[in-house]
């Protein structure tokens, strides 16, 4: 069973670089065809994507947050990772990293439990 487990701080002030790491475990995020993504819920809204990894290490971004956002992998950690710049409140979300197999799309296979990560002052 693939298991996906976020770490980071729960805590950023406005205008830093938020990092997030995916821990990934019963799987390898170099399995063929498999997509690897960070999604987030703001509060009272829905699931928005981020962007993903491939299994090849093609990365893809939301057009609205692709000026912002930075993926990249430690295949020898088998993790990937998520960073943020220029973070405002509005960023103020659980942020969760999930996987599927073909696509990036939702729904996905697996998906971690969530980290709740404040922006504030």
């Not at 996906?4 to 805590?11: A, K, N, V």
């Not at 928005?48 to 993926?71: F, N």
């Not at 942020?95 to 990036?104: H, L, N, Q, T």
Request: a positive charge.
């Amino acid at each position: 069973q693939v298991q996906l487990q976020e770490s980071g701080p729960g805590l950023v002030k406005p205008s830093q670089t938020l990092s997030l790491t995916c821990t990934v475990s019963g799987g390898s995020i170099t399995a063929t065809n498999y997509y690897w993504s960070w999604i987030r819920q703001p509060p009272e809204k829905g699931l928005e994507w981020m962007g993903a990894i491939d299994s090849r290490g093609t990365i893809y971004y939301s057009p609205s947050l692709k000026s912002r956002t930075s993926i990249s992998r430690d295949t020898s950690k088998n993790q990937f990772t998520l960073q943020l710049t220029s973070v405002t409140p509005e960023d103020t979300a659980v942020y969760y990293c999930a996987s599927r197999r073909g696509s990036f799309q939702p729904p996905y296979d697996y998906r971690g439990q969530g980290t709740q990560v404040t922006v504030s002052s």
